[in-house]
Every structure is written in structure tokens, then in C-alpha cells.
């Protein structure tokens, strides 16, 4: 396991303390509100926790894209009350990120009270990771906490930066999903399954590549899988399909050949002339058997079968991307099905399963699957990243 220190490794009593914690705000907004609370519900054990210890917490978050420069509609001033909402606790609004106005700011706070300073993408520092703005900011606190991990794949002076400055903690979100994904990944109980899902391979290249050194079982999905049935032959009709990348995918087979990682590719496919919800023209095939005026748009039954029957030999599965085109009945019958076979071995005690990625977490959702994972991520960017076997500057500070 790699090593960063955690909110256990501070002293118990924290009065006297300036945390600066780096958390994700971002909300999906709707004629000025929020619509979904669920990242300020992510950072809330982490914020409720270093106050109660006695800290001053200074929450530190971007909004939007306002380019380095200062905009009305993209403080976090607007989401001031989503957050004091939340966390149940009066939260002051500091319109800077440096300087004697957080300075006073901290005067007057009393420990365990909680300040979110302005939209830190206002400084153009932010973005270039200038050590002068880390410092700047650094001087006003006596310890970072990062609790974004869905921006730790940035190098920003608020997710790398600062913690080159001050001494550099995980918080409690940050913590679980770094512990997640080094279950899943870093240090996994063998054998490890993927499965690799969505609508195209030139978007999850670098995934499948890194994948094919790293786990026992590759599981093809969604679009992806038509790319690769093209690439050995098959003909997949009108599907989405990226024919030029057959060569490629050729290449992945033979590294996966040569790690000992075994593909699995369906037998058979859900297809239809037209892409509708429950179309005329629906019917389940084998993959040779896919008429010239017909697309996939899910997999069969019977490779669902197949598929739960791998995971039942595994202990570890990572899930990115769904298995057909969820977003339309009934092609979210194969995602749907292997989300709940996942979530029983995992109930069950057999099998860690971690999912990330938008449409996959929309996927396992609809499913009613999500709670019963070991872990899903909701962080986007720096999930794929992860799973591309990147290192994630915000986590690499962290290690430091
Ligand atoms: P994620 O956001 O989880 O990383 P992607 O964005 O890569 O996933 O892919 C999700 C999209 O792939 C969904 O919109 C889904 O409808 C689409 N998709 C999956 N299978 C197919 C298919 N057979 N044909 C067309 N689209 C598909
Ligand atoms: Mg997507």
C-alpha cells in the first residue's frame, strides 16, 4: 500500500489549527442552484471531523471555469448555502484565497467554525500550479487536507501545490478511495477481472493497455466489443464500430496473449434494426449471425452467463463502461444483469468489486447495484486516469 498520511496521523486535538482543505465543490448547477449534493455529502465526515477535533477549516474548491479571472455567477459564494445545508453549521464566506483579508477571517473564526474561501480558478496560479500562489495560500494555514480525489489527476496549486508547503494529509474520502482502488489494482487478491465497457476503444486505449498487463480476465463490453469482433472477422452490421482501429486491437490481443490475461469477447449479441426503445426488429443472435442492416446494442444472455460464471472464479473486478447502450430499453439488460450477479459475490464475500465512470455509475444506479460494490467512484477524469495507470499528481504530493 502506498503511503500517505491520513487524519489519524494528526493529534487528536487540533485546537490551534489552520486546516486548508482542498475539496470538491463543483456542483451540477440549474438556474443558480445546485442540483445534486452528493459531492459536499463526500467531504462532509472530513470537514465535520477536523472541527469537531477543534480545527479552524478553510475549504478550498474551484467552480467552474472562469480562466484565471474573477466572475460573479462562478464564486463559491453560490453554493455557500448547499454547503452550510449539508454540514448543518454556519459556514463564512472569504472572498480571497491569500492575503490579510483570510487573515482576519481566521482572527475571527473560532475553532471548529468552517470558511470557504473564493473559486481558487479566479487566480490563474491555480491552474499553472505557481509555487508563489501555493505559498501564498500555504501562509495562511497550519496543514492541508486533500479531499478531492475527483481532481487529484491536476496538477493545481490547491490539489499539488500546497502540499509542498505545509505538512500534507488525506482526508476521509480521499483516504477510502485510494484504499479502494489499491484493492483493486495496486495490490489486488488474484484473480483479478476487468471489465471494460462503453462506446468506443479510441477513447480507453490507454486503459486496455494497462489492463492487459495487470489482470487475468479482460470482459469486453458495449461498443468496444464490436470493434473487437470486426477486428477478428466478425460482421457487425451497422453497429458502432471503429473499423480502422483492427490493427490495434490485433496489437492488444497479443500483449494480453503474452501477460496471460484472457479476453472475453461475447457469444452471442442483442440486436436491432433501428435504435429505438423496444424496437420491432429486436432479437438476440450469436455474433456470426448479425444481418448486414442490423447494430449491436448489448450483449446476449448467454455471454452474461459466461461472464457471471468468470467473475465466480475471481476475487478482485474493476468495471469501467457499460455493456450495451443502458440508456435505452432493453439494452441495459446485460449491464443490468452482471451489476447484480457483481453485487452478490460481493455481498456474498467473494469477490471486491470497484466500478468508476460517468455512464458506468449511472449504469450500476439503474441497476440498483451501486450501494452493494465494494466501492464506486464518482470521480470522472481522474478514475480513467487511474485505470490508465497514470500517476495522479494530487495523490503523488500526498506520498511525497
Ligand atoms: P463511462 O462514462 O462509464 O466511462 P463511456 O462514456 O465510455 O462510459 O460509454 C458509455 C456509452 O456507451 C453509453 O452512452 C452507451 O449507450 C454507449 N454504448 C454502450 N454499448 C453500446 C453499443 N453496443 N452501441 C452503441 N453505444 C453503446
Ligand atoms: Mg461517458
Redesign the pocket.
Known amino acids: 500500500m502506498s503511503s500517505f498520511k491520513t487524519l489519524d496521523d494528526l493529534p487528536a486535538d487540533l485546537t490551534g489549527e489552520v486546516a486548508l482543505v482542498r475539496v470538491d465543490l463543483n456542483l451540477p448547477m440549474k438556474d443558480g442552484s445546485a442540483t445534486d449534493l452528493t459531492r459536499v455529502e463526500a467531504v462532509k465526515p472530513t470537514i465535520l471531523e477536523l472541527a469537531e477535533r477543534g480545527a479552524k477549516v478553510l475549504l478550498l474548491a474551484h467552480f467552474g471555469r472562469p480562466g484565471g479571472q474573477r466572475s460573479s455567477v462562478l464564486s463559491t459564494s453560490m453554493v455557500v448555502g448547499d454547503v452550510e445545508k449539508v454540514l448543518g453549521k454556519e459556514v463564512m464566506f472569504i472572498p480571497e484565497i491569500t492575503g490579510p483579508v483570510v487573515a482576519q477571517s481566521i482572527g475571527i473564526l473560532r475553532g471548529g467554525d468552517i470558511g470557504l474561501l473564493d473559486n481558487t480558478r479566479f487566480w490563474p496560479g491555480e491552474e499553472a500550479n505557481d509555487p508563489n500562489l501555493a505559498q501564498a495560500i500555504a501562509a495562511n494555514g497550519t496543514l492541508y487536507v486533500n479531499d478531492a480525489f475527483s481532481a487529484v489527476h491536476r496538477a493545481h496549486a490547491t490539489t499539488e501545490g500546497l502540499a509542498h508547503f505545509l505538512p500534507a494529509y488525506a482526508g476521509r474520502s480521499m483516504e477510502a478511495e485510494l484504499k479502494a482502488l489499491d484493492a483493486a489494482l495496486g495490490n489486488p487478491e488474484t484473480p483479478v477481472a476487468a471489465v471494460v465497457?462503453?462506446?468506443?476503444v479510441s477513447?480507453?486505449l490507454a486503459v486496455l493497455e494497462h489492463l492487459v498487463g495487470k489482470v487475468q480476465h479482460l470482459i469486453i463490453g458495449?461498443?468496444m466489443a464490436?470493434t473487437f469482433l470486426a477486428a477478428r472477422g466478425v460482421n457487425v452490421g451497422k453497429?458502432?464500430c471503429e473499423h480502422d482501429l483492427a490493427d490495434t486491437v490485433a496489437k492488444i490481443m497479443d500483449e494480453a496473449d503474452h501477460a496471460g490475461c484472457t479476453v472475453h469477447l461475447p457469444y452471442d449479441v442483442v440486436v436491432a434494426k433501428e435504435f429505438a426503445a423496444n424496437p420491432a426488429s429486436l432479437r438476440t443472435c450469436n455474433v456470426h449471425e448479425v444481418e448486414a442492416d442490423e447494430?449491436?446494442?448489448?450483449l446476449g444472455p448467454q455471454a452474461v452467463e459466461a461472464l457471471g460464471d468468470v467473475l465466480k472464479t475471481c476475487r478482485t473486478l474493476v468495471w469501467?463502461?457499460?455493456?450495451?447502450?443502458?440508456?435505452t430499453p432493453p439494452f441495459d439488460a446485460a449491464t443490468v444483469a452482471l451489476a447484480r450477479t457483481t453485487a452478490a459475490l460481493t455481498l456474498e464475500g467473494s469477490l471486491i468489486s470497484v466500478a468508476g465512470?460517468?455512464?458506468?455509475v449511472a449504469a450500476l444506479a439503474q441497476a440498483g447495484a451501486s450501494n452493494d460494490f465494494s466501492y464506486v467512484s464518482t470521480a470522472g477524469g481522474a478514475f480513467?486516469e487511474w485505470m490508465e495507470g497514470r500517476v495522479l499528481p494530487g495523490v503523488a504530493a500526498l506520498e511525497a
Do not use: V
Not at 197 to 200: E, F, N, R, Y
Not at 357 to 360: F, K
Open positions: 465497457g462503453g462506446a468506443k477513447t480507453k458495449g461498443g464490436n453497429s458502432l447494430m449491436i446494442l448489448d469501467n463502461g457499460p455493456l450495451g447502450a443502458f440508456e465512470g460517468g455512464d458506468t480513467l
